[in-house]
């Protein structure tokens, strides 16, 4: 069995990353992703919230799978430095999340995921 992803699963993995995308930019204005979409992976989106910190955003959503911190230090709780190497500063680095798309991710969890996170901004915005 090969490890290798099909093309038509990479292209539904990027649909759900682009479909995810566009409901959270629509939904909160000030959300801006750390890469370039058109050249990054498909499974990964990896985005910042100004003025939010994403330990906070990760705590207020506990049911969805996403991470503050690089995927080879998970544990490390300071900014990531590999944000850090792409010109963000700290205040950017700790605002930024990183969510995965996956075989087994279907698109209502994209929708669902991305009206949660934008609930949870608010609220964290408005406290």
């Known amino acids: 069995m090969s490890n290798e992803i099909s093309a038509s699963e990479k292209q539904r993995v990027l649909d759900l990353r682009s479909r ?38 990760r705590s207020a959503l506990p049911k969805i799978a996403m991470s503050t911190g690089s995927a080879c230090n998970s544990s490390d709780q300071n900014p990531s430095h590999v944000l850090m190497a792409i010109g963000l500063d700290g205040a950017m680095a700790r605002s930024s999340i990183r969510v995965g798309f996956g075989r087994f991710t279907t698109t209502e969890e994209i929708d669902e995921a991305a009206g949660m996170i934008a609930k949870a901004v608010q609220r964290l915005q408005s406290s």
């Open 20 to 57: 995810f995308w566009n409901q959270l930019s629509k939904r909160i204005q000030t959300v801006t992703a750390n890469s370039p979409l058109d050249d990054a992976l498909p499974n990964c989106l990896n985005f910042r919230i100004p003025d939010i910190d994403s330990v906070d955003l």
